[in-house]
């Protein structure tokens, strides 16, 4: 291997030209770019309904209820209506549980040094989640309606209590079969090892709601009182059916590609991700004929490159990447930041508005990360990073210029084949601006 030739590249330093000395971007930033007035050029949109994830990772869940409770404005004509974010919290970490127990009885026996099991172990609890995942607890468990959305409680210490307990039941229930229990015994022990995590969760949550009022229900012409499955699908009713997950990584398809990820979902039973591979100009259109008809648009990117957090921007033209190498600027497309590791889906927002200013288009999401100087949940994206990366969209099937029954090929992948970084999106609020988010 060669090595680094050390007095070749002293000599090649410039010491009185640090250019690093105050910080990278600091230091590349372009002197003459000035942010447009955003609050001027964008009209106001109805914020009542925003509310911080916390310190979680569940921006992906709070994104799809911000969808939803967007299209029950618009059917009651009413901005104040709010639903329950952590009643589905508590579900979603039944189901994970319960899946994942499932998920090791299924295989038994198995070899803790088989690549799926250890996949199983080291993801055994987490907040990860999809659009997928947040369908399958809306239509399992309904919604409730809440005054006022509640502040989101912290899950690093609860997901970190129920990974080790998982594991220790994966232990349990491996050394039982070893030791000749019959499929009924070993039933029975998962059983009862599930019920330790819901206990653990109904000390942190409470017991979770089992009828909503009357005084909750009558607006929406229920005239008795009901529980939040019942509730859901009498009032709300939202069409996900009519929906559609798009992927675009930057690479170039003749077809259309459903992808269905194996080992990627919630809850025994349910709908796993799904992504329809379709070209970087039909993904663009249908976010963008989406969203300029006023219907919001969830959406999965690498917030971890160029955000401004203090300001919630994302943006990476205002640097000038030359003057690190010339190279860094032509491998920054789309086609290379997921394939090589560079970038992933690692946040979900919600796509609100888009404008043109001057030469450029900006975007307008609701943003559900915590740490922020403005308060609003409202960031703005670049076209030039939006086209970078953000990877999936969940649009309306009527933005599809398709036939979805013409779909190419059909395919099952495992979740650390499909992405470089990781298929699920995480908060990204315990990281530093700029760094790279991996799951």
Not at 96 to 109: C, G, I
Not at 136 to 146: C, D, F, Q, S, T
Not at 180 to 194: F, P
Request: net charge negative; glycine share 4%.
């Amino acid at each position: 291997m060669k090595e680094v030739n050390s007095e070749k590249i002293v000599n090649r330093i410039d010491q009185t030209n640090t250019r690093f000395s105050s910080g990278i971007l600091t230091e590349l930033r372009k002197q003459e770019y000035v942010f447009p007035d955003f609050d001027k050029e964008f009209s106001s949109i109805n914020q009542s309904s925003f509310v911080s994830q916390g310190k979680t990772g569940y921006c992906w869940l709070l994104s799809a209820l911000q969808c939803i409770e967007c299209f029950v404005h618009n059917k009651y004509n009413r901005t104040d209506i709010h639903f329950s974010k952590e009643y589905l919290i508590f579900w979603d970490k039944i189901e994970k549980a319960n899946w994942f127990l499932e998920q090791l009885f299924e295989r038994l026996p198995w070899n803790p040094e088989d690549r799926t099991i250890r996949y199983l172990l080291s993801r055994a609890m987490s907040d990860r989640g999809q659009w997928n995942m947040a369908r399958n607890l809306v239509e399992k468990y309904g919604l409730v309606p809440i005054d006022a959305d509640e502040k989101i409680k912290n899950t690093g210490e609860l997901n970190a209590c129920l990974s080790m307990l998982l594991r220790s039941a994966a232990v349990t229930l491996h050394q039982a079969f070893c030791n000749g229990k019959n499929r009924k015994v070993l039933s029975q022990i998962k059983d009862e090892l599930l019920t330790d995590v819901v206990t653990v969760l109904c000390d942190r949550y409470g017991v979770p709601i089992k009828q909503v009022s009357l005084n909750s229900v009558t607006f929406f012409g229920i005239e008795k009182a009901v529980d939040p499955k019942e509730f859901y699908d009498r009032a709300i009713a939202f069409p996900f059916d009519e929906y559609i997950s798009i992927f675009n990584d930057g690479s170039l398809s003749d077809g259309y590609i459903m992808d269905s990820v194996f080992l990627d979902t919630n809850m025994v039973g349910g709908i796993s991700p799904s992504f329809l591979h379709v070209t970087e100009e039909v993904f663009f259109e249908c976010v963008l004929d989406q969203v300029s008809v006023g219907e919001p648009c969830w959406f999965s990117c690498d917030a971890g490159k160029f955000n401004f957090r203090n300001i919630g921007i994302f943006d990476d033209t205002i640097f000038d990447f030359e003057r690190i190498s010339p190279l860094l600027e032509q491998n920054l497309t789309k086609s290379f930041v997921n394939r090589y590791g560079i970038a992933g889906m690692t946040h979900a927002m919600v796509m609100q508005q888009t404008r043109c200013i001057g030469n450029n288009r900006w975007w307008q999401a609701y943003d559900s990360a915590e740490f922020r100087s403005n308060t609003n949940h409202i960031s703005y994206l670049s076209d030039n990073w939006f086209k970078k990366y953000v990877f999936q969209a969940v649009v309306h099937k009527s933005f599809l210029n398709t036939d979805l029954f013409q779909i190419s090929e059909y395919r099952e992948v495992n979740p650390w084949d499909i992405f470089s970084i990781g298929i699920i999106s995480v908060s990204y609020t315990h990281l530093r601006a700029h760094e790279t988010l991996s799951d």
